[in-house]
């Protein structure tokens, strides 16, 4: 255990050496692989960013298109009441006419 302790600071003084003497080429190294760790970064907020305007844009779009949607259904609601039978015979009489079903025929 004593050797242990003994080499302990030597592997210390070692590699606080080591760090100090980088070479150029292994700061340029590192500093590029941080460099590319920020702008990934910077990259994926923007683009979340991004994406959750598009998903409330759509959201947005999709609250619409169902409001149309039910005003569709409401117009055609109102179609088919408006031709009913019974709604059409109330609007004739109303106008004075009467509806004949005598004057169907077969056209030549």
Same mark, same amino acid.
């Given at each position: 255990m004593a050797r242990d302790e003994e080499f302990k600071p030597t592997i210390e003084a070692i590699v606080k050496q080591r760090i100090k003497t980088f070479s150029r080429m292994e700061k340029a190294f590192y500093s590029s692989i941080v460099l590319t760790a920020l702008v990934m970064a910077t990259g994926i907020i923007y683009m979340q960013s991004n994406l959750l305007q598009v998903q409330s844009q759509m959201t947005k779009l999709? =609250?619409?298109?169902?409001?149309? *949607? #039910?005003?569709?259904? +409401? =117009?055609?609601?109102?179609?088919? *009441? #408006?031709?009913?039978? +019974?709604?059409?015979?109330?609007?004739? *009489?109303?106008?004075?006419?009467?509806?004949q079903t005598d004057n169907k025929g077969l056209p030549e």
């Open positions: 999709q =609250a619409e298109i169902d409001v149309e *949607e #039910l005003d569709l259904e +409401n =117009a055609k609601q109102e179609i088919n *009441e #408006l031709t009913r039978y +019974n709604r059409l015979m109330d609007i004739a *009489e109303e106008a004075g006419l009467t509806f």
